[in-house]
Structures are given as structure tokens and as C-alpha cells.
């Protein structure tokens, strides 16, 4: 059973930063998208960036602008979102998701068939 779990949210001030982690078990293969996305009150899930293991490719929203890292931790085997210069919009409940298929555009929640509970990110 594939389970993924986020930690790492919180609240911060805008300008600040702050580093969300998803740790996945379940997962047999060895190639998947793994990407968090993020929804705020009101609005639509929107893709925030994705970490292809098979060849370390990433996407990010246009959103981002650069402020957004994703990347993989072997150590803990854990999927990173370092999040900097975060202002009043970023806040949201983000997600972790998992894509064992590799199938669909990268950043659209319908491409994802596994989700975590999400974390908390507030920015005031």
C-alpha cells in the first residue's frame, strides 16, 4: 500500500523560507513522478513541481519563478520542496503525490494516483 507523508509545514513571515519533505513507502518501482502541488481556500489544485526519479528531470509552475526547489533526498528517500522568498500567495495546503505510471502532463493533478494528507503553509 503506497502511503506518502508531508511534514514541514508551518507559518513564516513573506520573505521567508521554508522546506517541506514527502516520505513515501509502498512504492516498488524505482522510476516514478513524485511532485507537490498545493490548493488554497477557494481555488483549484495547482501543480507547484515535479521530480522524475527515473533521470532526475523536474518541473515547476510558472508560479515559481525560480523561488522553488524540488529535489530527492537518497538518504531519507525523501522528496524536498525548499520553498524561498514566499509571500501571502503561497499560502495553501501543499500536497505530496506519487505517479507510478509516468503518464500525462507533468503538473496536473489528474495525472497523480497517490496523495498525502498535505501540510500547512501560511506566509502573513
Known amino acids: 500500500q503506497v502511503q506518502l507523508v508531508e511534514s514541514g509545514g508551518g507559518s513564516v513571515q513573506a520573505g521567508g523560507s521554508l522546506k517541506l519533505s514527502c516520505a513515501s513507502s509502498?512504492?516498488?518501482?524505482?522510476?516514478?513522478?513524485m511532485a507537490w502541488f498545493r490548493q488554497a481556500p477557494g481555488k483549484e489544485r495547482e501543480g507547484v513541481a515535479m521530480?522524475?526519479?527515473?533521470?532526475?528531470?523536474?518541473a515547476y509552475g510558472d508560479f515559481v519563478k525560480g523561488r522553488f526547489t524540488i529535489s530527492r533526498d537518497s538518504a531519507k528517500d525523501t522528496i524536498d520542496l525548499q520553498m524561498n522568498s514566499l509571500n501571502p500567495e503561497d499560502t495553501a495546503m501543499y500536497y505530496c503525490?506519487?505517479?507510478?505510471?509516468?503518464?500525462?502532463?507533468?503538473?496536473?493533478?489528474?495525472?497523480?494516483?497517490?496523495w498525502g494528507q498535505g501540510t500547512q503553509v501560511t506566509v502573513s
Open positions: 509502498g512504492i516498488t518501482s524505482s522510476r516514478r513522478r
Open positions: 503525490a506519487a505517479d507510478l505510471r509516468v503518464r500525462g502532463p507533468p503538473l496536473a493533478p489528474a495525472s497523480y494516483g497517490y
Open positions: 521530480f522524475y526519479t527515473g533521470n532526475t528531470q523536474t
